[in-house]
Nanobody, 121 residues
Framework: QVQLVESGGGLVQPGGSLRLSCSLS????????IAWFRQAPGEEREGVLC????????YYTDSVKGRFTISGDKAKNMVYLQMNSLNPEDTGVYYC??????????????WGQGTQVTVSS
C-alpha cells in the first residue's frame, strides 16, 4: 500500500533553516515523482518543488529558488526538503505527494498527512 509520511516540521526563527523528510512506502523514486506542496493559513495549497523519477527538479514557485532544495535517497526510500533563509511567509503545512508516471505534471497518487512549519520570532 502506498503511503507517504512527512516529518521534521517545527518552529524556527526568520533566517533559519529546517529540513523536512518524506518517508515512502509502497513506491520507489524510480517510478514516481515526489513533490512538496504547502498551505499557508487561509490560502490555497501551492506547489513548492518536485523531484522527477529522472532525478531532475522542478520549481513550482520562484519564491523558493535559491533557498529550498529537494533531494532523494533511493537506498533509504526518502525524499527531503532542505529549507534555508526562512521567512514568515514560508509558514504553513507542508505535504509531500506522489505523482504518477515519474512526472512532476502527473496525476496525484497519494498525499502525505502534512507537517507544520512555523517561521516566527
Amino acid at each position: 500500500q502506498v503511503q507517504l509520511v512527512e516529518s521534521g516540521g517545527g518552529l524556527v526563527q526568520p533566517g533559519g533553516s529546517l529540513r523536512l523528510s518524506c518517508s515512502l512506502s509502497g513506491l520507489t523514486l524510480d517510478t514516481f515523482a515526489i513533490a512538496w506542496f504547502r498551505q499557508a493559513p487561509g490560502e490555497e495549497r501551492e506547489g513548492v518543488l518536485c523531484l522527477g523519477s529522472s532525478g531532475g527538479t522542478i520549481y513550482y514557485t520562484d519564491s523558493v529558488k535559491g533557498r529550498f532544495t529537494i533531494s532523494g535517497d533511493k537506498a533509504k526510500n526518502m525524499v527531503y526538503l532542505q529549507m534555508n533563509s526562512l521567512n514568515p511567509e514560508d509558514t504553513g503545512v507542508y505535504y509531500c505527494v506522489a505523482r504518477w508516471n515519474g512526472r512532476c505534471s502527473g496525476d496525484v497518487r497519494r498525499w502525505g498527512q502534512g507537517t507544520q512549519v512555523t517561521v516566527s520570532s
